[in-house]
């Protein structure tokens, strides 16, 4: 039986950037509080935290204090350390959600796939490489190109990359600089992702997302997924088996491909709410971030109904230098019926940087077709500019 | 032109209760920071906002202190110190929205509703009184019962006194108890609201909500309020009216009578988000909060359309004396497709007071069906308990 006090329970959040800040925002309705760790002094999340601590997400002081003033442990980004939360859990008794196992898994992708390929989730072919031997072998086997990926730290598209033949073998692995592993390529039709929940004894999970890519940074999502009903209903089976293999409770952001056979293979795990789950605040009847507070704290999951299609846009920093972050002319955003604008409180803009995004709903817009709403997220993103 | 930045603009808000709390919560998105003034240490607000400031709502240091941090000032309370209010912006140059002699126009009941009339807006009968004399002779010209009002001070229906008779007249001026005026009593058919918005150069109203009060306090309120389309047009009509009279940007929530024959009086005016406004958080395309930020920085305003019809309720104190506030058994509200839990973050729990609201939109319960929706957000509501 759930009941709600004051002060309410409290998530302490490793990461404090734009994630961490839309939970807190999430958070609070439901009397939830938020402390976030972040390094960075006043942090996107500070302004809507209860509070920061500043220090850096492996420091170990900072994760003590964020457990002892926390009810449960949560991260808003991969790289925390998960051994650390896993000792400071135990000695001070505050859980961690997801767990760090989970966070171990999906840390080296090669564990993450094999685990993954042993429950039953369709993942595309993959080997590890431990030299340029290795890389052409796999090129033999799958057959070129193929992708080499950084087995630990790559997010955003960084640390892989793709191998055009066996010519290229050393000089890719060097490029990676580290334990690494190679994939086939997949030839897909398109991206998309379903954000999932694991909550107490139940899950849940979004309506499929389709992304559009560039230089592997996320820029748009549809929703739902512009895919025939069969293959959707493919990729949320494929979701609900991955929910199975993670442990802890808490969102996921499940990246598939949709080949162009209709099938649906995984090809990234984030063990957090994702950015392309951000249309949910509006677009959803919870948010993914409200999800993640509820799951983390074991409360019961809420509904993931589609409120109307809905496109949502990344605001990138579209600058050659680092500069303070100014958004200028979001007139139109504001002025336009169904266009919601969310900023995320950086003080710096630096190229392709996110800084914001821009979410629009078809019932606000006053059409369900998909493309229309992409082209009018397009357009009032592409209108906006850093002074 | 709008430019965000970060920081962003600062509201000042005198008063940190919900209403601050839930302007907090829909400014951070926009990167809108809120510094609220409030005499309760870790009042409402303060778990959203940048800074509280602890003092009185008349402590002109502290004004002072809110106005040089801020770049405008607001309120969340009617009963702010309109004098204090003028002398500290003109000091500090810190513009105040809606305007000091807007509040000293609604402080007044008796002004307010002189001013209102003169612009033609259509309000009960009225007249001064000033002595028992005076309320004989207004229930000779009215016809028994009238209502007698405080002219200042009174809210949530306190300093309302219904008079039934000549012989009531002394007993009911003394419990008033200050200057006071008399009012026909409306024989409504319905109470309805319109929450109106008031840009830079441009207004815009939130369909009609109609609100069902017990003991004088708001209880529900369905939207739209289940009229004739022509009342709710005449009540579109004088909601701008309304604002016509009103000066300073803002959200004004403007509660409005349906009488038995279809016409529309006015009732009362709060210079700022309403209980009966709660409901566009979720129910409409921007919520009042929201649109407050943005009317009292002169930003453009967003969309008022409706989303679904929707049905809000409080959650009132439901405890014989003062404690501390948990709400138990909240899981069917939080289980409930299209049920969205507000909790104000208040430490006490007192009788009737107001410590959260529920929302049911009707697109996540499946129906469009006003009744359907009041009885289930009823329902919920009636399931919660104060332990």
Redesign the interface.
Known sequence: ????????PTLGVVGGGQLG??L??AA????V?VIVLDPTPDCPAA??A?DQLVGDFDDEAGIRELAERADVLTFEIELADQDLLERVSEETGTPVHPRPETLRTIHDKLVQKRELREAGVPVPPFRAVDDADDVRDAIDEFGAPVMLKARTGGYDGRGNVPVESAADAEDALESVAGPAMVESFVDFEREISAIAVKGDDEVATFPVGENVHEEEILRETVVPARSSDEVLEKAEAVAADVLEVMDGRGVYGIELFETSDGEILLNEIAPRPHNSGHWTIEGA??SQFEQHA?AVLG?????T?L?SPTVSTNLLGDVDEPR????????RI?????A????????EARPLRKL?HVTV?G??VGTDDREELLATARELRDDVTF?
Chains 1, 2 share one sequence.
């Open positions: 039986m759930t009941t709600l006090q004051t002060p309410g800040r839309m807190a925002e609070a309705p439901l009397g509080e302004l809507v209860r009847q919870s509820r409360w019961p999951l809420g509904s109904t409120r303070e972050a100014a958004l200028a002319n979001v007139d504001l002025e336009t019926d169904g919601h604008l969310h900023w995320y409180g950086k003080r914001g709903t019932d606000g002074e």
